[in-house]
């Protein structure tokens, strides 16, 4: 606990993940909601999380923690579950989000916007 605030992260190699949350919060759920992102990261990564790869998939490391979270509140905290919704998102587009580099998935989307704007 840090000042008003609890706080609960992991390590792995070059990455440090943290959860935070009000000091009124139940530290099991945040630890939760840090662990099931934690292991939804890593099926996303195929089990090599470490910053080079975390940097080259951030757009899906970022789909997943919108996912896990809205507003402050948990959404889900099975990681399987948040894998699989991450991996449907990115059938959307054609090629799979960790195939696209960042400036492709937002040309993607934009063309997507485009598309609907249009009919």
């Given at each position: 606990?840090?000042?008003?605030y609890?706080?609960v992260y992991?390590?792995?190699?070059?990455?440090h993940?943290?959860?935070?949350?009000?000091e009124?919060q139940?530290?099991v759920?945040l630890?939760?909601?840090l662990?099931g992102?934690?292991?939804a990261?890593g099926?996303?990564?195929?089990?090599n999380?470490?910053?080079r790869?975390?940097?080259?998939?951030?757009?899906?490391i970022?789909?997943c923690?919108?996912?896990?979270i809205?507003g402050?509140?948990?959404?889900?905290?099975?990681?399987?579950?948040l894998?699989?919704?991450v991996?449907?998102?990115?059938m959307?587009s054609g090629?799979?989000?960790?195939?696209?580099?960042?400036a492709?998935a937002l040309?993607?989307a934009r063309?997507h916007?485009t598309?609907?704007?249009?009919?």
């Amino acid at each position: 606990m840090i000042g008003s605030y609890v706080i609960v992260y992991k390590f792995v190699d070059d990455l440090h993940f943290f959860v935070t949350g009000d000091e009124d919060q139940n530290e099991v759920i945040l630890a939760s909601v840090l662990q099931g992102f934690f292991e939804a990261v890593g099926i996303l990564l195929r089990g090599n999380v470490e910053k080079r790869e975390a940097l080259e998939n951030l757009d899906l490391i970022l789909l997943c923690l919108d996912e896990t979270i809205d507003g402050g509140v948990p959404l889900e905290t099975d990681p399987a579950v948040l894998a699989s919704k991450v991996a449907s998102h990115s059938m959307d587009s054609g090629a799979p989000l960790s195939e696209q580099t960042l400036a492709q998935a937002l040309a993607t989307a934009r063309e997507h916007i485009t598309k609907s704007l249009l009919k």
